[in-house]
């Protein structure tokens, strides 16, 4: 699995956390996961191996999405790191979104996003 046009969303984290801690964003506006987010950070989350940079209370929960026209009624799904592999093998391509979690004070962030797939196109879904 070899992930291709990766973006990583770090700049804009820092920004929004020099930010928070300027008083020019609240933590209201920082914190503020949808309760389906959060829900996916519960039941389908990985942990990310990081405290939160907001609260420092709890480590922080990846969830991963995948979108693709390839993926038919699975785009828009929470996917685990493992079966990311599988799909790699078997659609053309996807992009995959991971956003940090926190689920006790509820900070979100795109963390990253990236493109899997074995670069073929495949037949229509």
């Known amino acids: 699995m070899r992930p291709r046009l990766v973006v990583d969303y770090g700049l804009a984290k820092r920004a929004a956390l020099a930010e928070l801690r300027s008083g020019s964003l609240t933590r209201d506006d920082a914190c503020d996961a949808h309760p389906y987010l959060l829900r ?3 039941y389908h989350g990985e942990p990310a191996g990081e405290r939160c940079p907001v609260c420092r209370h709890e480590p922080l929960t990846h969830v991963t999405y995948v979108y693709g026209d390839e993926l038919g009624r699975y785009a828009g799904r929470v996917k685990a ?3 990311l592999a599988e799909m790699d093998r078997e659609y053309g391509e ?3 979104y991971v956003v940090e979690v ?3 004070c509820a900070w979100n962030h795109l963390a990253k996003s990236y493109v899997l ?3 073929e196109q495949g037949p229509e879904r």
Do not use: I
């Open 40 to 42: 996916a950070a519960r």
């Open 81 to 83: 790191a493992a079966e």
């Open 94 to 96: 996807f992009r995959v």
């Open 102 to 104: 926190c689920q006790s």
């Open 117 to 119: 797939g074995h670069g």
